[in-house]
């Protein structure tokens, strides 16, 4: 009986090992997955947060995964939920459309107009773009619509320019957005109604020696009342090292930090905190230097609308400017990082859904519509990235990216990344190396953030997805573009 009883014992405790070992989730044994593990033991990463994971998109096999689950901020790599969900709301050959109109009655004979000129926006984030325009080019489109109120009959306007920019609202920036970035160029919230990037371009005079005030000398374009005060020093550094800071909609900022010394004109880019009136100042110009008189000062709708609600008026199209397609957009978004672009996309989705131009909306709609078709694992405040309260898990990108591939536009949704070694935002990644011209991608920056995501076609004809994100690591974001790119030689080779 004693022997039965022990044979019972080991044999229990047999059954029970096996079932503890099968519970424990098993880990694909590939050398993508050894290098992750090891990379996680470095000194400078063991407190970081690290969500990694890699499918292979034709099988399903996983090939590598660390914490895959965990959402964690990703920083630009958010810009592939907002041109994904894009595709699928709006469509790429989608455009946005701003119309050129009056009020009032048009003198046929004297070619004066009784009423008011009208820029109704569109959303479209491209007008004076310099994605779209050589420089000194800027400005073209306005030229052209001058030329086509002086076709419409109008020589005169006896009244004002009023832009509208009220698509969007008048949200200003993302409620997610940090104050150290509203004033900069890549901090620029959208508008119903932008120009030139909404970047405008602060010019300074600097001394030949370190350490010294620093002049500022204009600011293109003109913005009418605002104010800068200027801590910039001069500094041996060769960099731009200067932040600019103000909110949308207030004419009193300040920047602060370096530039290079002895330089007799260097541009620190910003953002325009009115957007819509900078529009409707420009257009008066040209329509002067045109020819055109309008009789009194430009206006915004934003502006007219304070002391009293806003009725729109009965109103005559003269002309309907139509944007780049969307799919040439969202290159730029992809490719590019284009901050502002994507934020348009974002609003676009949310107008085109509910008749509203909304960030919050647009983020609730793409959220609402992932969940649905592919599970959780997003957390969205903005449509580019920008915000710290996004988080996303590696594997919520990698079933987000291979339900693309399996889609019509899945081939056009791939070439609008990144290539490693090639192309954009990824062009000094991997150059050289078996990665390069394999690995397509969407990569993220931010303080002690830095994250990829995207496709790879290796070396043996595989299909793979894969999403890295790493917060709050010890070591310089150098170097953890070289942990990064050695993940992404591995799996160009897997």
């Not at 044999?11 to 029970?16: D, E, G, M, P, R």
């Not at 200003?172 to 901090?187: E, I, K, M």
């Amino acid at each position: 009986m004693r022997i039965i009883f022990l044979f019972i014992n080991v044999f229990i405790s047999v059954v029970t090992i096996h079932a503890q070992v099968a519970e424990e989730p098993v880990k694909p044994n590939t050398y993508v997955q050894q290098y992750a593990d090891e990379i996680m033991e470095k000194a400078s990463l063991k407190r970081a947060a690290f969500s990694f994971y890699v499918k292979d998109m034709n099988s399903g096999a996983v090939v590598a995964q660390f914490n895959e689950n965990m959402a964690i901020p990703s920083a630009s790599t958010m810009k592939l939920v907002t041109t994904a969900t894009a595709t699928q709301f709006l469509g790429r050959g989608y455009v946005f459309k701003t119309k050129l109109m009056y009020t009032g009655s048009l003198d046929t004979t004297s070619g004066i107009l009784h009423g008011d000129l009208y820029i109704i926006g569109g959303g479209d984030p491209t007008l004076g773009s310099r994605y779209y325009n050589d420089e000194g080019h800027e400005r073209d489109f306005l030229y052209q619509w001058a030329e086509e109120v002086k076709a419409a009959g109008i020589k005169e306007v006896d009244g004002r320019i009023i832009a509208d920019g009220s698509k969007y609202n008048y949200d200003g920036v993302p409620s997610g957005w940090v104050w150290g970035d509203l004033g900069n160029y890549y901090g620029a919230g959208p508008a119903g109604l932008t120009i030139f990037d909404n970047m405008c371009k602060l010019h300074f005079s600097t001394p030949t020696t370190a350490g010294q005030q620093t002049e500022l000398t204009c600011i293109t374009p003109y913005i009418p009342g605002l104010e800068v005060e200027n801590r910039v020093k001069s500094a041996d550094s060769k960099s731009d090292n200067a932040y600019v800071y103000g909110a949308p909609f207030s004419l009193d900022w300040f920047v602060e930090g370096s530039i290079p010394k002895n330089r007799e004109d260097f541009t620190v880019k910003a953002s325009i905190p009115d957007p819509e009136f900078v529009v409707a100042i420009e257009f008066d110009q040209v329509l002067g230097e045109s020819g055109v008189h309008v009789c009194y000062a430009p206006t915004t709708r934003r502006q007219l609308n304070k002391n009293i609600p806003f009725e729109t008026p009965k109103m005559t199209l003269i002309h309907e400017h139509q944007s780049p397609s969307l799919a040439s957009i969202m290159n730029w978004v992809n490719k590019k990082s284009v901050n502002l672009f994507a934020e348009h996309v974002l609003c676009e989705i949310s107008y085109k859904q509910s008749g509203y131009g909304s960030t919050y909306n647009g983020a609730q709609y793409c959220m609402n519509y992932w969940q649905n078709k592919i599970g959780n694992g997003l957390f969205m405040t903005d449509g580019s990235g920008l915000s710290r309260s996004n988080a996303v898990s590696a594997s919520f990108l990698v079933r987000l990216l291979t339900y693309m591939h399996k889609t019509k536009a899945g081939e056009s949704f791939k070439s609008s990344l990144a290539v490693a070694g090639k192309s954009g935002t990824m062009a000094g990644m991997g150059r050289g190396t078996s990665a390069a011209g394999r690995v397509y991608g969407k990569s993220g920056t931010m303080t002690r953030i830095k994250s990829y995501a995207g496709y790879v076609d290796t070396q043996n004809g595989k299909k793979l997805a894969y999403a890295m994100i790493i917060n709050n690591h010890s070591c310089s974001n150098a170097q953890i573009k070289k942990y990064f790119q050695f993940l992404m030689v591995k799996m160009a080779r897997y």
